[in-house]
């Protein structure tokens, strides 16, 4: 019985891999697509400050700027290691 | 005036020329006065799929350096009525591409045209932003394939911020996604991405689906655009593409697999 439903289930297809990456690549792309130029050398900078505190990765942090009638909010998010 | 119309891609290699040729044709084909223009500066290939590489004198650059006239640099294509081609410099420095000069080419080619296909060449930088700059419409060819996709989402990007019609704050550059080299074998296998997912991630209008086809090298061997070719699959994709452009209700075909015909099933030894 556990053949049979190994048998069954069927390898990840490669194309339904691709739609999966494509998704997040897209909206990654698209949450950039309206941000002032400056964004992308703020979030570095930012990086750095925060790395002369503590070590956090490349991806542990989160910038994004959001926009209504009458002012902007800039969000960061940094995710910190946890405490040894 | 003329409606431009951008043919662009982001990624290289993915069909621009042979889609700009083959839907330049096809519109000059349904009775409209087109001119296809090569912003491939320094790659241009353009006129070796429209078959006139041979009656090449002077180029777009030509003209906006004042070398040359515009009715100097256009080239009559041979088979089709109503259809010119506009090449690129085969040797000049692309920075000699500049948005006034382009800007003048296109207003004097809106009062004879009704419609101007512009082949875009691959990447986003200059070349690429100029040849979508002062588009109308952009046809934003797409293979089934992660980085064709990615980077058609790019070129969305700068259709919406970087182009005359964004910076002017006129109605947006109206989009048409264009998929070639579909495999329905593949996708049927589970190994390239369907048709819904592309269209799916993307969010555009889908214009046209056009199969993998061997009469696409067929047609650049022979310098015939493939829409030439109507006993073709591409050629008649490429047509149904061109009647959609022209607002008409066209169903899609060749998405499917399909099952071998009955000619191939007895003397192809397949199984049925
Ligand atoms: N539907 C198709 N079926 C089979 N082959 C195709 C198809 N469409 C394009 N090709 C082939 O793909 C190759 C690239 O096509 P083409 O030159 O039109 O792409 P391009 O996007 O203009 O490239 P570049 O970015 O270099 O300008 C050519 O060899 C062409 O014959
Ligand atoms: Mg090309």
């Known amino acids: ?84 | 005036m003329a409606k431009i119309i951008v043919v662009t891609s982001g990624k290289g290699g993915v069909g621009k020329t042979t889609s700009a040729a083959a839907i330049a044709t096809g519109l000059a084909l349904r009775g409209n006065k087109t001119v296809v223009i090569d912003f491939d500066v320094g790659l241009r290939n353009l006129d070796l799929i429209m078959g006139c590489e041979r009656r090449v004198v002077y180029d777009l650059i030509n003209v906006i350096q004042g070398e040359a006239g515009l009715n100097q640099a256009l080239i009559r294509d041979k088979r089709t009525e109503n259809l010119h081609i506009l090449p690129a410099s085969q040797t000049r420095d692309k920075e000699a591409l500049t948005p006034e000069g382009v800007e003048k080419v296109l207003e004097t080619l809106s009062q004879e045209y009704d419609f101007i296909v512009c082949d875009s060449p691959a990447g986003i930088e200059h070349g690429a932003q100029l040849a979508m700059y002062f588009a109308d419409e952009a046809i934003v060819v797409t293979n089934p394939e992660v980085s064709s996709v990615r980077d058609s989402d790019r070129i969305l990007g700068l259709l919406a911020s970087k182009t005359r019609r964004a910076e002017r704050s006129e109605p947006p550059v109206r989009e048409h996604l264009l998929i070639t080299r579909y495999d329905p074998n593949r996708v049927t296998s589970g190994d390239m991405l369907t048709l819904e997912d592309v269209r799916e991630i993307l969010a555009i209008n889908l214009v046209g689906l056009i199969p993998e086809s061997e009469a696409v090298l067929r047609a650049s061997n022979q310098g015939v655009p493939v829409v030439h070719d109507m006993d073709s699959d591409a050629g008649q994709a490429y047509a149904d593409t061109v009647s959609r452009l022209l607002g008409e209700d066209v169903p899609l075909r060749f998405h499917e697999y399909q099952k071998k015909g009955l000619l191939s099933r007895m003397f192809g030894g397949g199984r049925r």
């Open chain 1, 1 to 84: 019985m556990k053949l049979l439903e190994f048998l069954k289930r069927e390898r990840k297809k490669s194309a339904s891999v691709a739609k999966e990456r494509l998704q997040i690549i897209v909206a990654h792309q698209r949450g950039q697509r309206d941000q002032p130029d400056y964004m992308p050398m703020l979030e570095k900078e930012l990086l750095e400050v925060i790395r002369r505190y503590v070590q956090v990765d490349q991806d542990a942090i989160n910038i994004s700027l959001d926009s209504d009638n009458d002012c902007s909010v800039l969000e960061l998010n940094v995710t910190l290691p946890r405490d040894e």
